[in-house]
């Protein structure tokens, strides 16, 4: 079993930050590409940013300058540091993760239950 939790949502002003978290936890091999999606109300869940274990990343254009992702595989957590929110970066964000349990095992794609993000005045 394995179980990603996301924290450190809540509401914000505009131009505030706010710092998501990650954890996976069970019966985990490996961590390979870790990810940070959003879903606003009534739109798709989109991608925002991505990490892999050797620390390449890419961003989403709306997020590039403002976020930043980050991960710490000695703990199997993932973080998003978000500064200059906008009330468009409002959402449920989502963590992802393609993950190995065993040796020799392919990975699958997990998701955590996602945490809420309000940007408002």
């Known amino acids: 079993q394995v179980q990603l939790v996301e924290s450190g949502g809540g509401a914000v002003q505009p131009g505030g930050s706010l710092r998501l978290s990650c954890t996976a936890s069970?019966?985990?091999?490996?961590?390979?590409?870790m990810r940070w999606y959003h879903q606003a109300p009534g739109k798709q869940r989109e991608l925002v940013a991505s990490?892999?274990?050797?620390?390449?990343?890419n961003y989403a254009d709306s997020v590039k300058g403002r976020f930043t992702i980050s991960r710490d595989n000695a703990k199997n957590t993932l973080y998003l540091q978000m500064n200059s929110l906008k009330p468009e970066d409002t959402a449920v964000y989502y963590c992802?993760?393609?993950?190995?349990?065993?040796w020799g095992r392919g990975v699958e794609g997990y998701w955590g239950q996602g945490t809420q993000v309000t940007v408002s005045s």
């Open positions: 990490i892999t274990r050797a620390l390449t990343r």
């Open positions: 069970g019966t985990i091999f490996s961590i390979n590409t």
């Open positions: 992802n993760a393609d993950i190995s349990t065993a």
